[in-house]
């Protein structure tokens, strides 16, 4: 089994850059997604694999990866990226199998 | 556009079972992809519960896999789950969702808008 671990909470001036970090031993095999969730809204996809984000994604979202942690990047923080900000990978054991972060709350000051 | 929607009912009794269905538009399950199902407590964070591939084959999270059952119904293009001798710790909004496999990567891409699952007497 894993585990992935975030802070639970970071905040971010208006237009400035926030990283979100996610940590685990899988992160150490397997690239992290990162999905965002606002309130009372299903989670969506946000950045995944070492460079790629959904169609329609700001380009403001990167997301990076050393060793066992993985971070997701807003450059120039806007008041809607206020948000959950989940990661995920696959479970280092090799099987198909799926492990979250416990969530970071980030505020937009 | 993928449009994935979970259906079922929204109370069951402790220890009984948990059945849930989502019902996929846009895309035919049967013609690949994993779909999976997440839960997320009342103010809490994402669970993932367990993806079955199209071909049938499936993958449950280790802490549920005594518990839990997920099939496909391609001829309704539905897949289901099923959680067995539910608590009050199972109430949850469930969400179903189309799990892509991009490189080593398993990740979810289209997400129903959850459903929540209360469990009481």
Known sequence: ?109 | QVQLQESGPGLVKPSETLSLTCTVSGYSISNGYYWGWIRQPPGKGLEWIGNIYYSGSTYYNPSLESRVTTSLDTSKNQFSLKLSSVTAADTALYYCARVPLSGDTLLFDYWGLGTLVTVSS
């Open chain 1, 1 to 109: 089994s894993s585990e992935l671990t975030q802070d639970p909470a970071v905040s971010v001036t208006l237009g400035q850059t926030v990283r979100i970090t996610c940590q685990g031993d899988s992160l150490r095999i397997y690239y992290a997604v990162w999905y965002q969730q606002k309130p009372g809204q299903a989670p969506i996809l946000v950045f995944y694999n070492k460079n790629n984000r959904p169609s329609g994604m700001p380009d403001r979202f990167s997301g990076s990866s050393s060793g066992d942690t993985s971070s997701l990047t807003i450059t120039g923080a806007q008041a809607e990226d206020e948000a959950d900000y989940y990661c995920s990978s696959r479970d280092s054991s090799g099987n198909h199998r799926v492990v979250f972060g416990g969530g970071t709350r980030l505020t937009v000051l």
